[in-house]
């Protein structure tokens, strides 16, 4: 049996986060019903996962020495890990993860995935209530949601008629499902009503664009540059490109050619991507940097580290900036950066990344916090389906800082109220207080902003299977060469 990581090309290292829809680590594929298999399959698939885990794993010294074989694929993934616990393992693994269809796992770290093209977050409709809303946080264009005539800040009550409620919130939105009618409700004077209004979706077979919108304002003798950006994906499922790396270059560039000299960049809902995307995009924003400055460093585990120093010297942990003429460092002072706990991974690498080259300033909530990664690995002889996404290393930035592992604390904190502005929109709180934090002034009074005071059951992009995951590829060789 060839057991190698899955080759693609270099650039394609990623770091992607696994995040929760609840506290804890619960993973896509818990919803679905597992396919039937023997005994002597499952101690195939997991001899296979066990000799990948004693080499790859970051915490490989603490896997159990004789773990039962004999059990599902996935309960044995879980049974090896050095698991996340508050008060024994507050150091542990919150974000591995494994699938039971690799080639699925990779397109999703694409952006590619079966989807209505909406996400959302989702509340309880009332404090002590077990009814559930879920309200719309963006729309991708041309999507099948959009052709519906969804819009961020639409509130979703019910789904195929059923009121949603905390015992049935993940069979309907979350089970597999494609054919969707979806109830709304609006505020009324402070107050969540239903309406009569429903709207049709079917998912299909999407290919999120992570790029989502860009503009440029002129405020207070200051010319803002204003960026939302969804997901690190270098290029589309199936392509070797780099198609949305190019789309950011193309936007810098313009920011340059306008004389951008002051910048928000809004990881508000992008939960993480590939390694070279966000390296990429900030080699176009740090101050002074180039090929020869660290963005961040690598730490893996004592039994790789040296073989992976001995074939491919120390420059294997180091990923260092890019140099690209489209980089408005130079008009630069400092960046302004919108989070919530939605961002994550390679978007804190962003903050964490270019912190030692000028002043990162976060406005928003505080960030998920995830300082470590994964790579991805399948079994390229085919007789073995699964692919798994084990955490492999801990990031650092140039200065060996990596302590953001409960997340970055916003420098100004901005709640997103419940009834949401366009993303874009000046009076929008998040984009209206990084304009005040530029300029001093209010530029547009906010609009009157209903504060959101329900509990928060997390988001449909904390549950999107290549959403935040930390991941790197590796050079192909064979474990056994260790």
Known sequence: ???????????????????????????????????????????????????NMREYYYWNDKIPASPDLTIAPSDFFDSILYAYDATARPDGDRFSWIEENADDLSASLSGESTTTGMEFMLYLRSQGSTNVIAQVLYVLPNSPAAAAGFKRGDIISKVNGQTIT???????????????SFGLAELQNSTLVDTDLTRAVTATVFQANPVFMDSVYTVGGKTVGYLVYNQFVPAPNNSNGSEYDDQVDAIF??????????????????????????????????????????????????????????????????????????????????????TTDGTASSSELIINGLRPYMTVTTIGTTTYGKNVGSITIVDDSGNIKWGMQPIVFKSFNSLGQSDYSTGF???????????????????????NEALYQITGSRIARR????????????????????????????????????
Request: aromatic letters at 10%.
């Open 1 to 51: 049996m060839n057991n190698t990581l899955r080759s693609v090309p270099a650039w394609w290292g990623m770091v992607l986060l696994s995040a929760t829809l609840l506290a804890g680590c619960r993973k896509e594929t818990d919803l679905v019903e597992p396919t039937t298999t023997t005994s002597s399959e499952n101690q195939t698939i997991n001899k296979w996962i066990l000799e």
């Open 166 to 180: 905390t015992s049935n919130y993940v069979s309907l939105l979350y089970s597999g499902g494609t054919t969707f």
């Open 253 to 338: 560039s313009n920011f340059k050619a306008k004389g951008v000299n002051e910048l928000v960049l809004d990881l508000r809902y992008n939960p993480g991507g590939y390694t070279s995307s966000s390296a990429n995009l900030a080699s176009l924003i740090g101050k002074n940097v180039d090929r020869t400055k660290i963005y961040f460093r690598e730490e893996w585990n004592s039994t790789l580290t040296p073989y992976l120093q001995q074939e491919y010297g120390d420059e294997f942990f180091i990923q260092r900036f890019v140099t690209k003429s489209q980089n408005i460092g130079s008009n630069l002072q400092r960046v302004f950066v919108l």
């Open 409 to 431: 604390t916003p420098a100004v904190e901005v709640q997103e109220p419940l009834n949401l502005q366009p993303l874009g929109d000046v009076s929008e709180p998040l984009l």
């Open 447 to 482: 609009g009157v902003a209903e504060p959101n005071r329900l509990p928060a059951l997390g988001s449909s992009i904390q549950r999107r299977a290549g959403g935040g995951r930390m991941i790197k590829s590796l050079p192909t060789f064979k474990p056994s060469t260790l």
